[in-house]
């Protein structure tokens, strides 16, 4: 048996919010410390990483875990429907899920478990990273933006005193540098120089979780998978694996 009460939705309906433009089915794990879960998208092209803290709820009853499969499309939906003030209860019983807006009225909404049943995604602790940078949320997305005008990916290149964002068609070519030491770019730890270029389109919608967090951690390496996490201490963390855009 389950059940939670939250006073305020913004942070849960933001991150279901950026998680639902990659996955539209997953399961849910709920734990002691909190509601998590690992799901790649459907082309395996962008893997999230999401957690929720207990402590983000302001009651939280947990029995022992479950895991259970939800449509992220219609839980979504659903969480727009909550106005300012609602608080919201949820709870499992009888293989559904009851969400319960408490506000001027009472709504209550029932949502179907289902069978997410999927490929195993790649465990996310064999990744290897040879740098490792904190990035202001707001400058990034400045940089998909400008790399947008020119082409459809873009190629991120990290030195010990630098990040240059690199988009260029056959005719227009756009670049970004960001010098390191400044409140907007710290490197935290580099091992190498990198390399990688990544879709536009799967980082537009990454970068929609800056609502989330102000900044933006990043582990790369050349030519390899690159990882994005958003985390707000002690409440939340939502990351995200790019495959990296394969050049010819």
Do not use: C
């Amino acid at each position: 048996m389950f059940s939670a009460r939250l006073d305020n939705i913004d942070m849960l309906r933001d991150s279901i919010a950026t998680i639902a433009e990659f996955i539209d089915e997953t399961q849910l794990q709920i734990k002691e410390k909190g509601i998590e879960m690992v799901a790649a998208d459907r082309a395996v092209v962008v893997v999230v990483d999401f957690a929720i803290s207990r402590s983000v709820f302001n009651e939280y009853h947990h029995e022992q875990d479950e895991k259970i499969g939800v449509n992220l499309q219609n839980f979504l939906q659903i969480l727009k429907r909550a106005a300012p003030e609602d608080k919201m209860l949820i709870k499992l019983d009888n293989n559904k899920f009851h969400i319960t807006f408490e506000g001027t009225s009472t709504r209550h909404f029932i949502l179907p478990l289902i069978d997410t049943s999927r490929d195993e995604t790649p465990p996310l602790d064999k990744l290897e990273f040879k740098t490792f940078l904190k990035v202001n949320a707001d400058l990034l997305s400045s940089g998909i933006e400008d790399a947008e005008l020119v082409t459809d990916s873009v190629v991120l290149t990290v030195r010990k005193d630098m990040l240059t964002m690199k988009a260029e068609s056959d005719s227009t070519s756009t670049q970004m540098e960001v010098p390191s030491g400044t409140d907007s770019l710290k490197i935290i730890d580099i091992t190498e120089p990198v390399r990688a270029r990544y879709s536009l389109d799967y980082l537009k919608k990454i970068i929609k979780a800056k609502k989330l967090s102000s900044e933006a951690n990043i582990a790369m390496s050349t030519d390899y998978p690159m990882k994005i996490e958003f985390d707000v201490p002690g409440k939340m963390r939502l990351g995200f694996i790019l495959a990296p855009r394969v050049e010819d």
